[in-house]
């Protein structure tokens, strides 16, 4: 199974900054994914990131305010950028291997 | 639309007990099911998932859940509780949009809360 880590594991931001956050994965993957758990909800996808080409945004999800890199098989960022509080949330990397989809253990930004 | 449904919010059980969490599914062809654990503070963990084929599947940590689709449910089972099980479960169905792309959607949770 795919191991993911993500850096940094949680972050307090002033509003108006942005913040980078990585995922680097154990094996090259083609398929990587960023979501976002807002407090007390459930996962919603922000963008999918596949190896030389754009990410692809979900409904309500801008480049401007998400931009990815996404310069190999094994590694990701997202940018939470302009940062407000209603970006408070746990930002979480995906890989799918397999017929599994596997998570990383998350980023959890809180933005004041 | 596709769409998964855990009708339990929250869910409280006394340790030793047995545990189903319900899920239901909207899909029109055969989904891909699967149920994570998010314990407090910390990421997803894969418990099981089904694909095909046998329609009772075994997970980690003494899970299983069973597939049944005149129902469209994907129920999660556990014999007996630990007090270690008390987390937020997600199910999550893979829908397939066409041309080589496809999602995981999740339903909204279940928090589970174990008395000793």
């Known amino acids: 199974s795919a191991v993911i880590s993500q850096k940094p594991s949680r972050d307090i931001c002033q509003r108006g900054t942005s913040l980078t956050i990585q995922c680097q994965v154990d094996s090259q993957v083609t398929m990587m994914f960023w979501y976002r758990q807002q407090p007390g909800q459930s996962l919603t996808l922000i963008a999918t990131?596949?190896?030389?080409?754009?990410?692809?945004?979900e409904s309500g999800f801008v480049i401007d305010k998400f931009p990815i890199s996404r310069p190999n098989l094994t590694f990701s960022t997202l940018t939470v950028s302009n940062m407000s509080p209603e970006d408070s949330s746990i930002y979480l990397c995906?890989?799918?291997?397999?017929?599994?989809?596997?998570f990383g253990p998350g980023t959890r930004l809180l933005v004041l | 639309a596709q769409s998964v449904t855990q009708p339990d919010i929250h869910i409280t059980v006394s340790e030793g007990a047995s545990l189903e969490l319900r899920c239901n599914y909207s899909?029109?062809?055969?989904?891909?099911l699967f149920w994570y654990v998010q314990s407090p503070g910390q990421g997803l963990q894969l418990l099981l998932k089904y694909f095909s084929g046998d329609t009772l599947v075994q997970g980690i940590k003494g899970f299983e859940a069973e597939f049944k689709r005149s129902q469209s449910s994907f129920n999660l089972r556990k014999p007996s509780v630990h007090w270690s099980d008390a987390a937020e479960y997600f199910c999550?169905?893979?829908?397939?949009?066409?041309?080589?792309?496809?999602?995981?959607?999740f339903g909204k949770g279940t928090k589970l809360s174990v008395i000793p």
């Open positions: 899909y029109g062809a055969t989904p891909y």
């Open positions: 995906s890989v799918v291997e397999g017929e599994t989809q596997y």
């Open positions: 999550a169905v893979v829908t397939y949009s066409g041309a080589g792309s496809y999602q995981l959607t």
């Open positions: 990131a596949n190896q030389g080409s754009e990410a692809t945004y």
